[in-house]
């Protein structure tokens, strides 16, 4: 992997882990019952971040933590309102998941044009050593040759020419 692929991936990695800085926490007031603003305004419901409002039944609860989604005894997911009066619960939901599915796919897509672009400068490299390992056989071939030019003026000076491979035993 490349170093554009890793820091890529650190990053992600972080920020879905979510790095946490430790501060001095103070505890805070204790909240006002969410059931305490039942039969009142959305707005006023949801300034405590604990309380989800259900429209159909104009109640104030307190959010089910235990679970992640709301039971649809407490509250049907399209009533259901956390954190801004105007959001839709379901909307929310599917609102995150797709950008989560975006965002995961973008992740991806870097990693794969961080690996692409990381194999075309191999293709690179690998045609420049392609290139000098012909140059080197073509010198091998030369050298080669020279050789043998030289190795056949030897023979025909001292009457061991390749012409006739038995002209020795014919001598006898």
């Known amino acids: ?9 650190v990053v992600c990695v972080l920020s879905f882990c979510g790095v ?25 419901c949801l300034q405590n971040v604990t309380c989800l409002w259900c429209f159909s039944t104009r ?10 989604l709301p039971p649809r005894s407490v509250c049907p997911l399209n009533e259901a309102r956390w954190g801004l009066c105007w ?4 909307v929310l939901i ?11 796919i ?13 194999r075309i400068g191999n293709k690179r490299e690998d045609a420049k050593m392609e290139r000098q390992t012909r140059a080197r056989k073509i010198r091998q071939k030369e050298r080669r040759a020279e050789m043998q030019v030289r190795h056949d003026e030897i023979r025909q000076k001292y009457g061991l020419t390749k012409d006739n491979p038995y002209s020795r035993m014919d001598d006898s």
């Open 20 to 44: 946490v800085t430790t501060e001095a926490q103070t505890s805070p007031p204790p909240a006002p019952s969410c059931a305490s603003k039942s039969n009142s305004s959305c707005d006023e």
């Open 94 to 104: 599917i609102t995150m998941a797709v950008v989560g599915g975006i965002i995961i």
């Open 106 to 118: 973008a992740v991806f897509i870097c990693c794969f044009c961080c690996c692409k672009c990381e």
């Open 87 to 90: 959001v839709n619960f379901q």
């Open 1 to 9: 992997m490349s170093g554009v692929c890793r820091a890529v991936l």
């Open 59 to 68: 109640q104030c609860i307190d959010y089910p933590a235990r679970n992640i």
